[in-house]
């Protein structure tokens, strides 16, 4: 039997893109959150956020280094990976994330400026 790998997050991104130019391309670290909302049993509402590690390669990166900021909302696709490393004092280490495949940019966090809508001062340039 064959084994699936694939990860859907919907959430948002918590800080600035983090970008290595590499000879291969660029490579794009991003934190994601995603959050619960639920009611407990005293009738509390309450919310938990996880934070997600997401990696994304080639032309991806690109995009991603381009107009992905903070605050940005984005549906990704990929897959889960946890690399094994030591660090410098030769203590083995384990870093989890998310080898983003496919996203999709839903907007931002923040309030865009929306351009002002023309007035009309003079009710003969009114075609009825």
Known sequence: MSSVNKVILLGNIGKDPEVRETKAGNIVNLVMATSEKY????????????????????????????YVKKGDKLYVEGSI???????????????????????????????????????VDDGDDLPF
């Open 39 to 66: 009611t407990d049993k005293s009738g509390q509402k309450q919310e938990n956020t996880d934070w997600h590690n997401l990696v994304v390669f080639g032309k991806l990166a690109d995009v991603v280094a381009k």
């Open 81 to 119: 990976t946890t690399r094994k490393w030591e660090d410098k004092e030769g203590n083995t280490r384990y870093n989890t994330e998310i080898k983003v495949r496919d996203l999709t940019m839903l907007g931002g966090g923040e309030k865009k400026p929306q351009p002002a809508l023309a007035s």
